[in-house]
C-alpha cells in the first residue's frame, strides 16, 4: 500500500445520497487529512465536521464552508478521533451526522515519543511508572483491542521524576497501555 492510499467509509446524508469519506494525505503537506465527496442536493452550502475522542461524542465542531476537505492537525499522537461530517443549507439546517470514521495520529519520534514503563497490578488495579524530565508534556492511553486508544492520564512533568498512574476506570479484563511523551 503507497502512501496515497486511502480508506473510505461510506456517508449519506438527509436525501441518502451516498458520498464517499475518505482519510488521505493533504498533497503539499504530507498531513492527513478528511475528504468526502459533495452533497449533489443545490441547497446544500456548507458542511459541518464533527469530533471527539469518544465515538459518537462530539466535542468540537468546525464549519468548513463549501469545502470537502479538512487537514486533521493539532490531533494528540497515540489518541482517537472520531468524525461525522453534515451537510447544510443557507437557512442553517442541517442534515443527519454521516457514518462516523475514526483516525489514531501516529507517534512519530518527532513531536511525540513512546516512554518505556513498568505495569504492575496493585490492589487489583493497573499501576505505570515511567520517567519524566522538567518540562516534558505526557500522557498515557489505554485500548481494549489495540485499534482505538483513549487517553486515560495526562501530565505536565515541572521536574525530573519518576511517575506513578494507578488506573482506576479500567473496565475491560483486558487492556493495553502506551505511554507518550514529547521528546
Not at 438527509?14 to 452533497?39: V, Y
Not at 469545502?67 to 451537510?87: E, G, K
Not at 483491542?145 to 487517553?151: A, K
Request: proline share 7%.
Amino acid at each position: 500500500m503507497n502512501q496515497t492510499s486511502r480508506v473510505c467509509a461510506v456517508i449519506c446524508f438527509a436525501t441518502c445520497m451516498a458520498a464517499i469519506l475518505l482519510f488521505g494525505k493533504a498533497a503539499r503537506a504530507n498531513t492527513p487529512a478528511l475528504e468526502w465527496d459533495p452533497n449533489p442536493e443545490p441547497t446544500v452550502v456548507g458542511y459541518n465536521v464533527y469530533c471527539g475522542t469518544r465515538s459518537g461524542t462530539y466535542t468540537i465542531v468546525v464549519d468548513v464552508g463549501p469545502q470537502t476537505q479538512l487537514p486533521l492537525t493539532n490531533l494528540i499522537a497515540a489518541v482517537t478521533y472520531y468524525f461525522a461530517v453534515t451537510a447544510y443549507d443557507a437557512d442553517r439546517l442541517e442534515s443527519p451526522f454521516s457514518d462516523e470514521v475514526w483516525f489514531t495520529p501516529r507517534v512519530d519520534g518527532m513531536n511525540a515519543a513512546q516512554l518505556p514503563f513498568t505495569l504492575s497490578i496493585e490492589m487489583n488495579a493497573p499501576v505505570l511508572r515511567f520517567s519524566a524530565r522538567a518540562g516534558q508534556h505526557c500522557w498515557i492511553v489505554g485500548s481494549p483491542d489495540l485499534q482505538r486508544w483513549e487517553q486515560v492520564y495526562d501530565v505536565n512533568v515541572a521536574d525530573d521524576r519518576i511517575i506513578e498512574f494507578t488506573e482506576t476506570n479500567a473496565q475491560q479484563p483486558q487492556h493495553f497501555y502506551r505511554v507518550i511523551g514529547t521528546p
